[in-house]
T-cell receptor, first 117, second 110 residues
Framework: AQKITQTQPGMFVQEKEAVTLDCTYDTSDPSYGLFWYKQPSSGEMIFLIYQGSYDQQNATEGRYSLNFQKARKSANLVISASQLGDSAMYFC??????????????FGTGTRLTIIP | KAGVTQTPRYLIKTRGQQVTLSCSPISGHRSVSWYQQTPGQGLQFLFE???????NKGNFPGRFSGRQFSNSRSEMNVSTLELGDSALYLCASSRDGGPFFGQGTRLTVV
């Protein structure tokens, strides 16, 4: 079984500051993938970043980076220079090797990020 | 390149009715998966289809069903609607990378 834990229900951050959203995971799968999605109030889930468990380097996509610490089973999302448009729900998700060959994701409960002007 | 398209965006149904939701994946994507999102249960996996075959199924009652067509478009059906089926239903498609989600269908059961 896989489990994703996001312990921050909500965060308030000043515009232009960096923000770290926490995600820890638990799995017995030998290999897995970790995802972050952004969900604005419109409802669409927007793919942000992906990290494979065997990737040597932390993933980066523009202002998003994933701080992957395998031994601690954490995959925190870092947003640099936050913008008002970053205000949304953020979900961490996992796909385990038991699900390779299919696309089932296990999601955390999400963090609601609010950027303050 | 067009993203994942879900129709309709909003739907209001009465208890006991049935409903069909549609999902058109990104061109070239053969895997389509469905999720239910509610405030109480969060995001839960419903099922996944690949090349017209159900590849994985979540823990939902048999009232929830789906199918995929030869053009990879997918539909999900909920029969005998209950108030608890009110949710945002999200569809996602995958190929190399993703899954990438659509905007969802917000279903309200009254």
């Amino acid at each position: 079984a896989q489990k994703i834990t996001q312990t921050q229900p909500g965060m308030f951050v000043q515009e232009k500051e960096a923000v770290t959203l926490d995600c820890t995971y638990d799995t017995s799968d030998p290999s897995y993938g970790l995802f972050w999605y952004k969900q604005p109030s419109s409802g669409e889930m927007i793919f942000l970043i992906y990290q494979g468990s065997y990737d040597q380097q932390n993933a980066t996509e523009g202002r998003y980076s994933l701080n992957f610490q395998k031994a601690r089973k954490s995959a925190n999302l870092v947003i640099s220079a936050s913008q008002l448009g970053d205000s949304a729900m953020y979900f961490c998700a996992m796909r385990g090797s038991s699900n390779f060959g299919n696309e089932k994701l296990t999601f955390g409960t999400g963090t609601r990020l609010t950027i303050i002007p | 390149k067009a993203g994942v398209t879900q129709t309709p965006r909003y739907l209001i149904k009465t208890r006991g009715q049935q409903v069909t939701l549609s999902c058109s994946p990104i061109s070239g994507h053969r895997s389509v998966s469905w999720y239910q999102q509610t405030p109480g249960q969060g995001l839960q996996f419903l099922f996944e289809y690949f090349s017209e075959t159900q590849r994985n199924k979540g823990n939902f009652p048999g009232r929830f069903s789906g199918r995929q067509f030869s053009n990879s478009r997918s539909e999900m059906n909920v029969s005998t609607l209950e108030l608890g089926d009110s949710a945002l239903y999200l569809c996602a498609s995958s190929r190399d990378g993703g899954p990438f989600f659509g905007q969802g269908t917000r279903l309200t059961v009254v």
